[in-house]
């Protein structure tokens, strides 16, 4: 199943893990908002090219650029109901295409030929001429909120881990981060009102991105 969206997302990165802050500023705000689904655990494993093109974009912060992950909700050792996020962003401005994996489902993660096969998988159906390789993988509790009127959603991630598996020598080395991550969604033609309603939260607006983040404060990542 293809699910293909487009919308502004902007992230606020709090430069340590007391997310309930972040979740205080979000029930004060203008937007009233509200919980609206249960917290989840968010496993994801990021993918690139042997140059590291999806990262190097990110770093010298190219307006376009592309994201391809596997993204999968609860234990962070099995693949449970796993889905291909293809992620295109320009600007703010996001698009995201969404594929069910089901030759994937209940795949063991930390597996070295389980690796191998999600890595196949995936390049079968990205379907680009480049071969693209699992880099990272990250996991984190996210809690999710809407505003009053439903039109506006955020999320809250804190306790943020990665692991770079390009390497399979790391593949047991988990790296821990102290910061946590609001991140607000919504329509493009709600813009300008949820800007002016964001004015009060005093959050400075960053290019943060988990995936980059993560990559780049990755032991040895660049040798």
């Keep these: 199943m293809e699910n293909k969206l487009s919308r502004f997302e902007r992230k606020w990165v709090y430069r340590n893990n007391d997310y309930l802050t972040l979740v205080n500023a979000l029930i004060r705000s203008n937007f009233?908002?509200?919980?609206?689904?249960?917290?989840?655990?968010?496993?994801?494993?990021?993918?690139?090219?042997?140059?590291?093109?999806?990262?190097?974009?990110?770093?010298?912060?190219?307006?376009?650029?592309?994201?391809?992950?596997?993204?999968?909700?609860?234990?962070?050792?099995?693949l449970i109901n796993p889905i291909l996020e293809i992620k295109s962003k320009k600007g703010f401005v996001?698009?995201?295409?969404?594929?069910?994996?089901?030759?994937?489902?209940?795949?063991?993660?930390?597996?070295?030929?389980?690796?191998?096969?999600?890595?196949?998988?995936?390049?079968?159906?990205?379907?680009?001429?480049?071969?693209?390789?699992?880099?990272?993988?990250?996991?984190?509790?996210?809690?999710?909120?809407?505003?009053?009127?439903?039109?506006?959603?955020?999320?809250?991630?804190?306790?943020?881990?990665?692991?770079?598996?390009?390497n399979l020598s790391q593949i047991n080395m988990e790296k821990n981060f102290s910061?946590?991550?609001?991140?607000?969604k919504y329509p493009t033609i709600l813009d300008k009102y949820v800007r002016q309603n964001l004015s009060e939260m005093t959050l400075r607006l960053s290019k943060n991105s988990k995936f980059v983040n993560s990559a780049f404060e990755t032991p040895k990542f660049y040798t």
């Design 179 to 184: 910061s946590c991550i609001l991140e607000v």
């Design 94 to 166: 996001t698009k995201k295409e969404n594929y069910q994996i089901n030759e994937l489902n209940e795949l063991k993660f930390n597996d070295y030929k389980n690796l191998e096969l999600i890595k196949n998988i995936v390049n079968l159906k990205n379907k680009t001429k480049n071969i693209i390789y699992p880099i990272l993988t990250t996991n984190y509790d996210r809690q999710y909120f809407v505003s009053n009127n439903g039109s506006v959603r955020a999320t809250v991630d804190f306790n943020l881990r990665s692991i770079y598996i390009k």
């Design 32 to 78: 009233f908002f509200r919980k609206q689904y249960p917290d989840r655990k968010v496993n994801s494993i990021y993918f690139d090219d042997i140059n590291y093109s999806s990262i190097l974009e990110n770093l010298d912060g190219v307006s376009s650029k592309k994201k391809i992950r596997v993204r999968w909700y609860g234990s962070q050792n099995k």
